[in-house]
């Protein structure tokens, strides 16, 4: 069940980043001042060295203080993948001991953050330690952050189970369930259901890790008597998060009845989880390996871990030996007992591969975290006993891991002797398979032949599809604009398209899921439907919605598309966009601002869209583009990345719009030095003169 882990992380983060209803956001928002809703703004935005800089400058200027400068470093380098400064912050955070009240919520949440990280990094008793501190001083600091209070109630029980105390656990779940009982009492909010039902999951979760089927059948029947409420509240705003909670909760059940030996029960809660959204991503498909590896299903739970390597390279920068424990080795052992010997064989290769860099990383970042709890702690002989252990565990993990594959190796070269044996019969079958090569011979001119058309009709098609995107662009007075479409290849999924409505310019850039001609042919359906809805007049936010209801009926293969829809008054040069899922432009010379995302185009019917504006672009660069260009990768895979995307816009303000597109296009072409492109490319620039 560890693997639902970065399920539930997807769903906090959309509804911390939902425009202030998340729990950051959500509690003492009397506390915050103008300075902490700057860096707010550049968490929320992902501009995490901007929040950094902003946390220095602030602390300098006495702004801040270092409890709140810290606290707000520990989120930047921990969303940065800097888990290591990221924990030494809110270890300065916590070591203040004249904490000013308007900072009191800083400090606790340093310390909930801090002992989160510490107790995913395996440090049970550090986590517990940091946890119950806080805890203590929850009272008597005098604030009233509900959410902090219940979630460290469930860690310190979650330290409590990981220790080998389950009587203490079960009263720390207990009281947890009190604080949200009395929560709910006095507030319905969807804050307080939200906590209730991510707090229910996560103790059924950990009961199940422990086969504590009855338990984890208990805290499912809570989380499912909030669900109601829980749907009602957040279901037309966020139903793939509500979603996402359901899933959680049916595979809980699942397994847990899989574990009670109630079989028809658990087959029918799994038919369900696989009627939610989640079951079809890469997170769902990988958590509903774990009930497939239970009953038994082991060429299902094969397909399912299939997947884990894109799902790893899309959330993890680096993979670690839990990465190794929690899904590679699993995967190896599903491979094996569905008798798929030769990709056993790749999973253990990639297993040997994948351990040496693990454990540099975990030695390097044992010792650099050891070195900032002595500095901020001075416990030196507390440190070396918690290290001493913890290193203890992973070797003898490490040892298991080992141990298996040597075994694995063992079966086979056990199962290649016996093949070389069965390989002189087969001599036998050569002698007439050279026939066959014969007439195959004679084959391949007709193949060569067919392959060529294929080639040519190819050719064709990209030729019609470039001929669906304009490529002479409007005279129209104090108008410059420029766009240009490189497919990745013969035909792709990239699209932009324009339309002029008197003085009113319809415009858009999507990228359409996928590549080839799948992709080729949803993007042609997308740009009609721009053009025939920009011909109606409506605004971008209603060509959303009337876009997605198209795309999405009988979309049966989940494809969507990213786009960014705009519409520029030509004469007061007013803005008016929509943003579904797509990357944000650049006006001027820095990323546009967003409260709305969005989802993309096509994937569930009766979506809502939200539209934004910009009250006056005139004189203004507004480039747009798809990730064919920030994602741009060289040989030894390194990104084009934003900030040389900015650099160069910086260097083109005196440049027209072809120029521009013109000197972008050459330079993601010299950065990749020769490697072929790995997406389409789109790049659409735009500046209204006055």
Known sequence: MKKIAPIVVTVLTLFACSGGEGTRLRFNKSKFTQADTLIRDALGTRN??????????????????????????????SSLGKRVEGKECYWRAMANKDIASRDLWCYQEAGNSLAR???????????????????????SLGTDNEANSIGLEALIGYCNQ????????????????????????????????????????????????????????????????????????????????????????????ARAALGQGHKEEAERAYADYNHTDCSQTFGGKICAADYLMDAHRYAEAADCYALADQFMATYYADITLDHIKETYIPKLRANLKAGRK???????????????????????????????VYDTQGKECKIAEQQTDLLRQRLWGIAGVLL????????????????????????????????????????????????????????IAR????????????????????????????????????????DKLYFCVGDVSGKGVPA????????????????????????????????????????????????????????????????????????????????????????????????????????????????????VHERFGDERLIQLMAQSVSLDAQQVISKLSKAVETFREGAEPNDDLTLMLLRIKA
């Open 463 to 502: 030729g019609i599809q470039m001929a669906m995107v304009p490529s002479a662009f409007p005279h129209y007075n104090g108008l410059d604009l420029y766009a240009e479409m490189t497919p990745a290849k013969e035909v792709g999924g990239d699209l932009y398209c324009f339309v002029i409505q008197g």
């Open 520 to 635: 080729s042919l949803f993007m042609a359906q997308s740009v009609r439907l721009f053009q025939l809805f920009a011909k109606e007049g409506l605004m971008p936010a209603d060509i959303a919605c009337r876009m997605n209801e198209e795309l999405a009926e009988n979309n049966d293969r989940g494809m969507f598309v990213t786009m960014f829809i705009g519409l520029a008054d030509l004469s007061s040069g007013r803005l008016d966009y929509c943003n579904c899922g797509h990357n944000p432009p650049v006006i001027d010379g820095a990323f546009l601002e967003m409260e709305y995302q969005n989802r993309p185009l096509g994937l569930w019917k009766d979506l809502v869209f939200q539209g934004e504006s910009v009250k006056d672009i005139r004189k203004c660069q507004v480039l747009i583009y798809t990730d064919g260009l920030n994602e741009a990768m060289n040989p």
């Open 162 to 253: 990981a220790l080998g105390k389950p009587r203490q656990a079960k009263e720390n779940y207990a009281q947890a369930y009190r604080r949200v009982s009395q929560w709910l009492e006095r507030d319905t909010s969807m804050m307080a259901l939200l906590w209730g039902v991510e707090t229910y999951n996560s103790i059924a979760a950990k009961y199940l890790e422990n086969h504590e089927y009855d338990e984890a059948m208990r805290w499912a029947d809570r989380t499912d008597s909030l669900m109601p409420a829980f749907t009602e509240s957040y279901g037309s705003r966020f139903p793939e998060g509500v979603d996402t909670y359901r899933a959680t909760s049916i595979l809980i059940r």
């Open 404 to 459: 298996l594959i040597v075994t694995f190796f063992a079966v086979y070269d056990l199962y290649r002797r016996r093949a070389r044996r069965r390989l002189a019969a087969a001599h036998a079958d050569l002698e007439s398979a050279h026939s066959d090569l014969q007439t195959a011979y004679a084959k391949l001119e007709e193949t060569t032949a067919a392959k060529e058309r294929i080639e040519s009709e190819l050719r």
């Open 48 to 77: 995490y060295q901007r929040a950094l800089t902003l946390a220095d400058s602030l602390e300098q200027s006495g702004d801040f203080s270092s409890v709140r400068a810290n606290n707000y470093r520990g989120d930047a380098y």
């Open 342 to 372: 030769d990709s056993a064989l790749y999973v253990a290769r990639q297993i040997t591969e994948l351990y040496d860099s693990a454990l540099i990383r975990y030695k390097s970042s044992a010792a650099t975290e050891l070195a900032t």
């Open 117 to 139: 990280k510490l107790y995913l990094d395996g440090d049970y008793e550090g986590a517990l330690r940091v946890a119950m501190i806080v805890m203590a001083n929850i009272d």
